[in-house]
Structures are given as structure tokens and as C-alpha cells.
């Protein structure tokens, strides 16, 4: 049975373990999933007020290979990074063992770990998985809790729900969420959210339509038609 689990972890050679060490008020967000990228580069965002140079501090981390700021002008908030080989790292691991990382941010200063690592929610096939990335965290030298653990039924198999939202759909929703697109007044608009999953304004507005399209028939329809998916193709990059 499919299990959604709340985790923290850190590593001293963990993703972005010296920028967090140099830049305690620093908040990082994955803006994506991209742990099954072809390349390996992961979109980040960075939230900073604090005294120092985000720029400076990911240039002396040494588990960052190369970080690219994705604006040229302003304070760059999304980086795409990408991490020096011998940096270890849970997201491909999870993907291997066929889950998906639903959200992942820093860990809050004030926690025990040391140095703050990661504060992760992962969607699983099953427990078993989660006890075969446990072992390998202990086994890497992570520090590694469990701090929540939900079991995933599916009353409706045929209409799976959440569970239909693409990759891409769930990135949109999530990014809107966060960035206060379904507030009142919104404090985000749809070319802001473009830039920062860096496809078309169109492209994020039929992801969102699409999802949300899928979440309600999956919670608040009863009698669904036959054919209530929108396989059309999506418009823009991405």
C-alpha cells in the first residue's frame, strides 16, 4: 500500500551542506521534482534577508558543481544547480525505488541536525521502500528521522485521483500554492509563476486548469462521465 512520509535528514557531504552551514537565515525550496533530469541539475529557490552572498557561499560549497542564477537582473531568488558527484543525495534514490518527492526545503534553523539538512515529503509504493532508503541513509552516514508516516489507500481504482496528476501538474499546483496564486488578493501572477518553472504563461495556466480539473472530480464528483480526462497536449515548453 502507497505511503506519504514526513522525513529530515542531513549529511556533512548532503546537497547545499555548506551553503546552509554558511547562511543559517537561508531558505531553500526545490521548485520541482527534477531528481529524474537527464542531467542531473536540480531548480531551487532561495529565500535570503540575511548578511552574506548567496552567490559567494554556493561558490565554496564544495557540493556544488556549478550554480547558475536564472535572472540576470534583481536579486536572483531561483538557481539551477548542479551538485559535485560525491554529493549524496536521497532524490534519486527515491525515484529508483518508483516514489516522488511531493515537496523538499531546508530544514528550519533551530533543529538538531547538524549541518541542517532537509525537510522532505515523499509519496511511496510501499513501506518496504521507505526501510530500503532508511538503510541506505544509516549506511551513507545520514542522520535520518521519520517524522511522519500516512498509509494511502485508493477507494476509486478507477479514477485514482491525486494519483493522475502528471509530474508537471502537481510542479504547477505546488508552485502556485506556495507563491500565493490562489489567494485573495493573489500575490503572484501567472508570468511570474512561467519564469520561475520557466515555461510559457499558457503552459502554467493549462497545468493548473488540468489539476485542478483531476482533484475535483476525484473529491467532489460522484457520478463522473466516462472520459473526464483532458489529454490534450500541453502548450509551451516544458
Not at 531558505?27 to 529557490?45: F, I, K, M
Not at 532508503?133 to 489507500?153: K, S, Y
Not at 486548469?209 to 516544458?238: I, Y
Request: charge should be negative; proline fraction near 6%; hydrophobic fraction near 35%.
Amino acid at each position: 500500500m502507497a505511503i506519504i512520509t514526513e522525513v529530515r535528514f542531513a549529511h556533512g557531504d548532503g546537497a547545499l551542506a555548506g551553503t546552509l552551514s554558511a547562511l543559517p537565515a537561508l531558505e531553500a525550496t526545490v521548485v520541482s521534482e527534477t531528481s529524474t533530469d537527464p542531467d542531473g541539475n536540480y531548480r531551487l529557490r532561495f529565500d535570503y534577508d540575511g548578511d552574506g552572498s548567496v552567490r559567494e557561499a554556493l561558490a565554496a560549497d564544495h557540493t556544488v558543481r556549478e550554480a547558475t542564477a536564472m535572472r540576470e537582473s534583481g536579486p536572483p531568488r531561483l538557481w539551477e544547480v548542479e551538485f559535485a558527484p560525491e554529493t549524496k543525495l536521497l532524490a534519486p534514490l527515491v525515484t529508483t525505488e518508483g516514489g516522488f518527492v511531493l515537496d523538499a526545503r531546508s530544514a528550519p534553523p533551530g533543529t538538531d541536525l547538524d549541518p541542517r539538512g532537509w525537510h522532505e515529503r515523499w509519496l511511496l509504493p510501499d513501506r518496504e521502500a521507505l526501510h530500503d532508503i532508511w538503510q541506505h541513509a544509516r549506511d551513507e552516514g545520514f542522520t535520518f528521522d521519520v517524522l511522519e508516516l500516512h498509509h494511502r489507500g485508493r477507494a476509486d481504482a478507477e479514477y485514482p485521483g491525486p494519483d493522475a496528476l502528471t509530474d508537471q501538474q502537481r510542479a504547477a499546483l505546488v508552485a502556485a500554492y506556495r507563491e500565493g496564486y490562489f489567494t485573495e488578493p493573489r500575490e503572484t501572477s501567472l508570468e511570474e509563476l512561467a519564469d520561475t518553472l520557466d515555461i510559457s504563461a499558457s503552459a502554467v495556466r493549462g497545468r493548473i486548469n488540468r489539476g485542478l480539473k483531476a482533484l475535483v472530480g476525484a473529491g467532489l464528483v460522484l457520478n463522473r462521465p466516462e472520459a473526464d480526462s483532458d489529454s490534450g497536449p500541453e502548450t509551451g515548453a516544458g
